[in-house]
């Protein structure tokens, strides 16, 4: 019997009101009411309408007293008046009043019970309850019974269009965050990330305030006790490198390091699907099964067997499913206060090393710079590599400025001793269509080098361009590809090229250097360089 309650005191007078239903009650309403199927596999196969992925320009968060000194205003974080989130909220309630059945999950965000914060949705999909319910962490039958009343509430109306009419609403898209209320209110979207991302941008904002370091990262842990950090933009390889059968997994995208150490956000994980196979990633591809959602994938109507190949609704398939899923996942997921912290680049360039040891300042200004690469052919008009820079790898989803995020983690970098890597997983030998894509081999060396402590003991030179020290050995790596100008037939345009890059770093980093501290400025590339 699902555990039912009143959610009178929200102006929400439906009757049918279930509360953290269970992943089979869920499945039975999601194909009754939602339009789902069960796959082969046993999860959950979904839509999510018309939006497959977020829509960070309709985000908007609401510009109130209690918070307005603190916010990063501008691209990422859009002013909303209070009275527009009110009448957002408003609709919100409004369409949710007129649904037969409503769903809520209750659950916390983050693993440390210091710092966690106890967290409400309100939505009309089982789909959407279901997915939030393997995202967040699952309360014990005890904790459910005290779990009294939420910090933040989610309103997810998203199959209701926004209202272009109200002051700062400009498409019928709106995700409206308010942190004087602990509101966030979704409308004119169906995609389930916008709940998992909105809990993230709270967690960016509060944990910053108590003194921790809210990172969109993964963690592993090896079996002394060891965590690794793993930073990086979609394609370096954050998935693949951490998802290591000789450690085990803490997280695989949100986390806080705080005075006890490194916790994970969530309570579960949310994959990418496309060309997902067994023998690529098993871990994943065995999590699929009952409780999992899968959003937007092609599966055969007789066999109901998934194709993952398949992204004619999209290319951004998804995979949500509970941590415990993953057979060397860390539960509870805390760890120790990491050891190694690595940022993963693929450099397009191909002038990037493979591995190179930052200082603290070069490690914040890596951070902040957030840097990959797209590559010809990825996006209509991209012909040679193009830069992507995204702010402490995560730009979308922070709230304070970039350097507040920095400076929490060089900070805790110096406190506790951890050393931090650029690795490099992008091209050698020339850029990209002349030069080749790393080894995964060889960063997996790399990798276990760092792990094994091999790489903090070994040779290294001064980059001249970049600045970093780069390691001249480091296991079955060739010292060739350690120093990428050794492996460009022509070194002059190596020359040319990691000059670009570098301007291209140099010119990103402007809009930071007025509260960027000088010796955050001077760790940058070129910096009292002659090229």
Known sequence: ?????????????????????????????????????ITASGALAVRSGEKCGRSPKDKRVVDETSSRDDVWWGDVNVRLTPTSFQKNRSQAIDYLNRCERIYIVDAFAGWDAKDRIKVRVICSRPYHALFMTNMLIRPTAQEMNTFGEPDYVIYNAGQAAADTSVEGVDSTTSVALNFALGEFVILGTEYAGEMKKGVFTIMNYLLPKKGVLSMHCSANEGDKGDV???????????????????????????????????????????????????????EIYSAIRFGAVLENTVQDKASRVVDYHDSSITENTRASYPIEFIP?????????????????????????????????????????????AKVAGTEVGVTEPKATFSACFGAPFLVWHPTKYAELLAEKMRKHGVPAYLVNTGWSGGAYGKGARMSLGYTRSIIDSIHDGSLANAPTQ??????????TECGCVPSEILTP???????????????????????????????????????????????
């Open 328 to 372: 060397h996942a860390k539960i509870p997921c805390r760890g120790r206060h990491p050891r190694n912290i690595v940022f993963l680049t693929c450099d397009a360039f191909g002038v990037l090393p493979p591995v190179s040891l930052l200082t603290p300042e070069q490690a914040m200004y890596h951070f902040i710079s957030g840097y990959t």
């Open 485 to 531: 100008r050794l492996s460009w037939k022509d070194p002059a345009s190596y020359d040319a090229t990691a000059t670009k890059l570098a301007n291209l770093f140099a010119e990103n980093f402007r809009k930071y250097e007025d509260v960027a501290s000088p010796e955050i400025v001077a760790a940058g590339p070129l910096a009292g360089v002659t090229v």
């Open 1 to 37: 019997m699902p555990n039912r309650m009143s959610l009178e005191s929200y102006g929400i007078h439906v009757p049918n009101v279930h509360r953290n239903m269970p992943p089979a009650s869920l499945y039975e309403h999601a194909i009754r009411y939602d339009g789902a199927e």
């Open 228 to 282: 690794s950090l793993f930073f990086g933009l979609s394609g370096t390889g954050k998935t693949t490198l951490s998802a290591d059968p000789h450690r085990d997994l803490i997280g695989d995208d949100e986390h806080g390091w705080g005075n006890d150490g490194v916790f994970n956000i969530e309570g579960g994980c949310y994959a990418k699907c496309i060309d997902l196979s067994s023998k690529s990633e098993p």
């Open 462 to 471: 001064a980059d001249p361009v970049f600045g970093f020290q780069v390691p």
